[in-house]
T-cell receptor, first 115, second 115 residues
Framework: GAVVSQHPSRVICKSGTSVKIECRSLDFQATTMFWYRQFPKQSLMLMATSNEGSKATYEQGVEKDKFLINHASLTLSTLTVTSAHPEDSSFYIC???????????FGSGTRLTVV | DQQVKQNSPSLSVQEGRISILNCDYTNSMFDYFLWYKKYPAEGPTFLISISSIKDKNEDGRFTVFLNKSAKHLSLHIVPSQPGDSAVYFCAASAYSGGSNYKLTFGKGTLLTVNP
């Protein structure tokens, strides 16, 4: 089956620093990757959609300069939270698909805590 | 405006009985529906899906029913097992341009199966 690896699973950083989260599709080529954010007891909110080799498409209200997304290859997408602040503390999850709505596989998530 | 709604934040059932989780949606452009199971601090795991051209899909103990006219779907788990205890997310997919299909999630329902 399709496997998506997300790292790190947990990170604590100081306010003002940047954090990079990696999402890798291990056994398939992901034409599209998605980044979600989940607050406690809330839904998964889509932040952005990234296609390999092109700029990410951000959802309304998501700051593209703060949440930098790179999808340089068919198996790797990264989310960088720049100049992190405590309000950025959340659970971030990526998912990958081969495209055309053919199944979405999720990573295990990253718990970001900004202190 | 929440396009996918799971109005029951929690559900508790006895082991061996049926669990019924409900989901309503408002966007008629959704053409594919999925159920995910999620444990705390983990990414969602795909359970079962249904295309908008069908009204029922069954996989083992899990059955999803779709009522398009009512914009309602439900997940039935029978018999329920303690290991089924988790948060269940309903998600709906719609074409979002290019080769992208975007998932919209409900807020989830916490299922507790009591031994």
């Amino acid at each position: 089956g399709a496997v998506v690896s997300q790292h790190p699973s947990r990170v604590i950083c100081k306010s003002g620093t940047s954090v990079k989260i990696e999402c890798r599709s291990l056994d398939f080529q992901a034409t599209t990757m998605f980044w979600y954010r989940q607050f406690p007891k809330q839904s998964l909110m889509l932040m952005a959609t990234s296609n390999e080799g092109s700029k990410a498409t951000y959802e309304q209200g998501v700051e593209k300069d703060k949440f930098l997304i790179n999808h340089a290859s068919l198996t790797l997408s990264t989310l960088t939270v720049t100049s992190a602040h405590p309000e950025d503390s959340s659970f971030y999850i990526c998912s990958a698909t081969k495209g055309q709505g053919l199944g979405y596989t999720f990573g295990s998530g990253t718990r970001l805590t900004v202190v | 405006d929440q396009q996918v709604k799971q109005n029951s934040p929690s559900l508790s059932v006895q082991e061996g009985r049926i669990s019924i989780l409900n989901c309503d949606y408002t966007n008629s452009m959704f053409d594919y529906f999925l159920w995910y199971k999620k444990y705390p601090a983990e990414g969602p795991t795909f359970l079962i899906s249904i295309s908008s051209i069908k009204d029922k899909n069954e996989d083992g103990r899990f059955t999803v029913f779709l009522n398009k006219s009512a914009k309602h779907l439900s997940l039935h788990i029978v018999p329920s097992q303690p290991g089924d205890s988790a948060v269940y997310f309903c998600a709906a997919s719609a074409y979002s341009g290019g080769s992208n299909y975007k998932l919209t999630f409900g807020k989830g329902t916490l299922l507790t199966v009591n031994p």
